[in-house]
């Protein structure tokens, strides 16, 4: 069944008519779907890690004489740091000269990361308050221990086992491939369509729409850029948008709501 989603991939978002942006929770009722399981990515959607993105690209490129290096975010929001090598490269050719850069780049993001936690606003609360109560994963472009360092920080452990942090470097095919997903979900014993989604950007929201999982935007840390919410089941300003009780309906079997 994995293999056949991935084949499938994101071709079918071609087929879905998006709507302008993703509604509110307040404008959405009943959905009919019941939820077994809840994923996470982490970057944006857990932690504010843009800014430490962007300045792990000036620092590390500023050690090779190119000062102010930057990308936009739609080159680095729920990217893989190959990928954001590939982009690098192409806009600082010399940059192909530095065969280090993914490892150096990694292990600058790993230092302000730890160095300063930023966390979405009632992401911690959230991500414990689900794992008491259903399986739940995190599904991050990022490598998996920098996930259990997470985990650990925020006292998780009990809940998020390291079978539960999918990182980039236990998939062939990144996101936007739904592959990081189908392996949370088929972890966890649960089909990827009922499980719900928490991400934060357009690759993120494309690999959990194309594992046919229903999904959220996170849009706390996205600023101007909105545009990936459009191919949301539903968008989230943070986690205190979630109503008392939201997580215990689910466990109790009872379709997902969006109103108490």
């Known amino acids: ?15 879905v008519a998006m709507p302008a942006r ?34 792990s690209i000036s620092d590390v490129m500023e050690r090779y ?16 740091w190959e990928s954001i090598c590939v982009a690098l490269r192409q806009k600082y050719p010399w940059a192909g000269e530095m065969p280090m850069l993914r490892e150096e780049l990694a292990l600058r993001f790993d230092e302000l990361v730890h160095r300063r936690i930023i966390p979405i606003t009632g992401a911690r609360e959230a991500l414990k308050e ?24 925020w006292d998780l452990e009990e809940w998020l086992p390291a079978e539960r942090c999918i990182g980039g470097e236990l998939v062939k095919r990144s996101k936007p491939n739904p592959e990081g997903y189908l392996l949370a979900a088929e972890r966890l014993g649960v089909d990827a ?25 996170v849009l706390e840390s996205a600023g101007e850029h909105l545009e990936f919410q459009s191919i949301a089941d539903v968008g989230l300003q943070h986690f205190q948008e979630l109503y008392p009780g939201f997580w215990s309906r ?6 997902l709501s969006w109103r108490p």
Do not use: W
Request: aromatic share 4%.
């Open 1 to 15: 069944m994995r293999e056949e989603r991935m084949q499938i991939g994101n071709d079918i978002l071609a087929n």
């Open 22 to 55: 993703a509604p509110r929770p307040y404008e959405v009722g009943e959905t009919g779907r019941l939820i077994r399981a809840v994923l996470f990515d982490m970057d944006g959607t857990l932690i504010d890690s843009e800014v430490h993105t962007g300045t």
């Open 65 to 80: 004489g190119v000062r102010d290096a930057s990308l936009p975010s739609t080159m680095t929001r729920g990217c893989t």
């Open 130 to 153: 689900a794992a008491m109560h259903l399986p739940v994963a995190i599904v991050s472009s990022s490598p998996s221990d920098l996930i259990r360092k997470l985990v650990r920080a």
């Open 193 to 217: 369509a009922h499980c719900l989604i928490f991400e934060d950007s357009f690759a993120g929201l494309s690999a959990a729409r194309s594992s046919g999982a229903y999904t959220v935007a």
């Open 250 to 255: 689910l466990q109790a079997g009872l379709t």
